[in-house]
Structures are given as C-alpha cells and as structure tokens.
C-alpha cells in the first residue's frame, strides 16, 4: 500500500519525501510556511494538486505561528511558477484568513486549519470522479501510456492520470500501462513504476525517446497525462516531454487526453504562451541522482515543463466530465455550470 503523500498530524504537515523514492521512504516535516515552502521548491512534495495542498497546510501553519501572514503566502506563492493550483490555493486560504483574522486566535486557526483539511479531501474526492468519467475512454482490454507522475503522490491521493487507471481496474478492465521515465527528473521511472506496481497494475517504464516507437509497433488506446495549469482556449501545461507525446500520439491516430481538476484552468491565461514555464537549475540534467552524467561546464536548457496546444487534445478530463471540442467554449461552459 502506498504511504499518504501528505499527512496532518498533531497540527504538522509531514510530506512523503518523493525525492528519495522507491528506494527509501521518509517524511519531511514542515511546521512552518517557510519550511512547507522549501519543501515544494525542492520537490519533496510535487505535483499541481499536491502543492496546492501543502501550501494551504503551509498557510494554516503561519496562522498558528503568528507573524507576516501576507509574507508567508507571499513566499508560498513564489516556490513554483507553473501549477495554477499552489495560487488557487493560497488565494483561497489568504482569503479566509483575512476574513477571520480578527477573531480570537484559537478559533481563527482552528478555521484555517480545517478548510486545509476540506481543500486535502476534496483534492480526493475530485480525482475519484475523474477517474469515474476518464475511464470511460479506455476499452475493456488494452493499453495505454503516460507521462510524469499524475497519481497519488501528485495529489492528495488517488491521482488524476492515474486515478483514471484506477477507475478502469476498478470497472474490471485489464489496462497494460507504459510510463514514461521522464527525464531529467524521472518521475515517471521512479514514482508512476513504483506507485502503480505497488497498486497490483500491469506496468512498464519507456525512456521518453521509445514513446513514439512504441506507438509505431503495438497499439496504444490512449496517453493521458495531468497538468499544471490549462489555459482559457485548451493549451495545457504539463511535464516537458507532454509535447512531443502528444504530436506522436497524433502522427499515431493515438486519442490525447488531458486528466485535471478545474482548479488546474486558469482563464486569466488566454491561451499557453500566456503560461509561466519553470525553469530548473541545469543540475538536473547533468547528474542522475548526484552522479555526473557530463562535463560540469555542459551548456544545459532545462525547462521543467512544456505546453500542448489544444489542437492536439482529443479531450480534458475533469470531475464535471470530459471536455471535447470546441475546447475554448466547452472549458467556459463547464466552469460557468460549476460556479
Ligand atoms: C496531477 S498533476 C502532476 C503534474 O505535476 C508534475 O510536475 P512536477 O513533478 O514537476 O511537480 C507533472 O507535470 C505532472 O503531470
């Protein structure tokens, strides 16, 4: 069984230290904003849901602690670029302090401490219903394959990509899965091989070049992916590497899939360019787990994550159902019936 990426316990966040897995499993310890802070910059927590999630256990710390709430959000927001939901959810949580902040301090906290806990559980509820609509695009016997990790320990739990598989299995049906490793950080090799094999699943670990032969030789009824944050017209932002799979599964005839909550769209993005892309120190690339893999004084352009134009996005799915074409039109619909 696999441990929970994220744990409140005697009001302190411990986070499953995703940088030492499969081989080691430990926890990381936050008791403040600034601790939870460098602990989603470092990646000991990733993925979009689940920094989120941290950030709104992060911001409940700094209420407890006293001092600069609006600094410690400040601080929060700036520890990753990309994933749309770390701000919803320091948005939500600054919002609900300043409503609150002039109440007893016991009974302030005690508030911010339990809409932390409402955001981690329904961050599970969420994928359960991503996976009750996202399986419905897989067939009773087959294949499919995806990128990073988008599972459990990129949420509160259940995944969104992999909680799809996990909706299939649990609709009885018998998915092969084929996981990108996901250079530079091999997320899909370290985290999605060891999470879903944990899980009993039939899966196996591609380096990210194989993918398009992969499709080329056997077939493949779906990529679905996650994301860090979808644009108001469709273009998605996820794991670099995204990109490229989605233009081999369209060369393939291979259906594209999106797996994301709505608080993964940001319609203040008109459409991908307007995304912000991290950019990681060139390290990443250089060494595999502390071991140099080049020269130290190798050029390197590591950007953490890439944009796929809804062009190639057969669909978006969500807790409110998958979202086809005309993408731009169907995302506001769907928001606008969620309010
Ligand atoms: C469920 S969304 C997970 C999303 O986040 C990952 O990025 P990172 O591991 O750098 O946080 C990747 O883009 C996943 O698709």
Redesign the pocket.
């Known amino acids: 069984m696999l441990p929970e990426t994220i744990k409140w316990e005697d009001k302190k966040l411990t986070l499953l230290d995703q940088r030492l897995l499969p081989f080691e499993l430990r926890r990381v310890v936050c008791e403040s904003a600034e601790e939870t802070a460098r602990a989603i910059k470092e ?1 000991v927590v ?4 689940a ?1 989120g999630v941290a950030a709104a256990y992060g911001l409940a710390l700094a209420a407890a602690n006293g001092g600069d709430f609006d600094e410690a959000a400040k601080l929060l927001a700036a520890s990753r670029p990309t ?1 749309v939901n770390l701000f919803w959810a320091v948005e939500r949580m600054k919002d609900l302090y300043h409503a609150n902040k002039d109440k007893p301090n016991d009974e302030m906290c005690r508030v911010m401490e339990a809409e932390a806990v409402k955001i981690h559980n329904e961050d599970i509820e969420i994928n359960r219903k991503i996976g009750f609509y996202g399986q419905s695009v897989l067939p009773r016997t087959g294949a499919a394959l995806t ?4 599972g459990a320990l ?2 509160a739990g259940y ?3 992999l909680g799809v598989f996990r909706a299939a299995a649990e609709a009885g049906k018998e998915i092969k899965i084929f996981a990108d490793e996901t250079r530079p ?1 091999l ?1 899909g090799a370290l985290l999605t091989s060891f999470e879903l094999s944990s899980d009993g699943f039939d899966v196996t670990v591609i380096t990210d070049s194989t993918a398009a032969f992969l499709m080329s030789r056997r077939k493949i009824d779906a990529v679905i ?4 944050r979808i644009a108001a017209n469709g273009d998605a932002a ?2 670099i590497g995204t990109y490229s799979l989605a233009i081999a599964a369209r060369f393939h005839g291979v259906p594209f899939y999106v797996a ?1 909550p709505l608080s993964t769209f940001d319609l203040k993005c008109a459409s991908g360019a307007d995304i912000p892309i991290e950019y990681r120190d060139g390290r990443e690339v250089r060494e595999l787990r502390g071991v140099k893999v080049m020269p130290e004084d190798t050029d390197v352009w590591n950007p ?2 890439d944009v796929t134009p809804r062009s190639l996005i057969t669909g978006i799915i969500t807790e409110r159902g998958i979202i086809r074409a005309p993408l731009a039109e169907n995302i506001k619909k769907t928001i606008e019936e969620d309010r």
């Not at 990733?46 to 849901?49: F, Q, V």
């Not at 992916?225 to 860090?228: H, N």
């Open positions: 990646m990733r993925g979009a849901p920094i994933a990128h990073c990790n988008a990129a949420t995944g969104t990509a950080r997320q992916t996650g994301a860090d996820n794991k994301a953490s994550f």
